[in-house]
């Protein structure tokens, strides 16, 4: 079973940065497209980003759009989420997810591989 990892959560003051990487220890990141999801207490899985492994395009829901930035690292197999300008409404879980690279959607039912999430804070 492949599973990805997320890092670089945290407490962060609005108006503040963080910047959260999906890596993938055994298999090769670049064969999928990759995603980054977030969930909130009581809401839905949601997409945030997500970049398409067949053309390097991206998306982005527009509630994040200007604020976020996702990239993708082949040589050290990771893809990053730059975000800047947090809200107190970005607080959630945040997760990656692998899907088949032909795809740039950011519904979560079309991922296949996820990671256990790392926490976002954004409060002051």
């Known amino acids: 079973q492949k599973q990805l990892m997320e890092s670089g959560g945290g407490l962060v003051q609005p108006g503040g940065s963080l910047r959260l990487s999906c890596e993938a220890p055994?298999?090769?990141?670049?064969?999928?497209?990759i995603g980054w999801f977030r969930q909130a207490p009581g809401k839905k899985r949601e997409g945030v980003s997500c970049h398409r492994a067949s053309d390097g395009s991206t998306a982005y829901a527009d509630s994040v759009k200007g604020r976020f930035t996702i990239s993708r690292d082949v040589a050290k197999n990771t893809v990053y989420l730059q975000m800047n300008d947090l809200k107190a409404e970005d607080t959630a879980v945040y997760y990656c997810g692998a899907g088949p690279r032909s795809i740039a959607t950011l519904a979560p039912f079309l991922y296949d591989y996820w990671g256990q999430g790392t926490q976002v804070t954004v409060s002051s």
């Open positions: 055994g298999f090769t990141l670049d064969d999928y497209t």
